[in-house]
């Protein structure tokens, strides 16, 4: 009875795994455009709050480096968060797990602050009006959070 069994043929054409891996990068990038959009926010204030009215990180060449490797950082970081994430939870204990997603926290906080830790001085150019801001925050800035300086 078994000899007469058909098995289930494998279809090449089936792109089910492509799919599932575009989605995966999508909300990736997604994730990591969203989280650099954010870091950004913090730049574009300070230069606002020190009276230097930017648009954006530099001009020209420099603006797209400084975009390009924050993207690329923080899309690197979410996918590497979200592998790590799901094998300890299918694998791992679930206290392995929270103290995984405590560590993966600290550690997006620290790339947080090393970006603003790059951006701020590529992007900052003190004028004599917001020259104070050279040697100290920014009215508003909160105090909990170090600035880089240049």
Excluded at 107 to 125: D, H, K, M, Q
């Amino acid at each position: 009875m078994m000899a007469n069994a058909v098995e289930p043929r494998k279809d090449d054409s089936d792109f089910r795994w492509l799919a599932g891996g575009c989605i995966r990068l999508f909300i990736d990038a997604l994730l990591g455009s969203a989280w650099l959009y954010g870091a950004l926010n913090a730049v574009w204030w300070y230069e606002r709050s020190c009276h230097n009215d930017s648009s954006g990180p530099g001009d020209g060449f420099l603006a797209l480096v400084v975009l390009a490797a924050g993207w690329l950082g923080f899309t690197a970081y979410v996918s590497l968060s979200r592998r790590l994430i799901f094998r300890a939870v299918s694998r791992a204990s679930w206290i392995v797990t929270v103290v995984l997603v405590l560590a993966l926290l600290v550690g997006a906080a620290l790339l947080t602050w090393g970006f603003w830790a790059w951006a701020i001085p590529t992007s900052y150019e003190p004028t004599s009006y917001g020259a104070l801001c050279a040697s100290q925050p920014p009215p508003g800035w909160p105090l909990w959070i170090p600035i880089p300086r240049g």
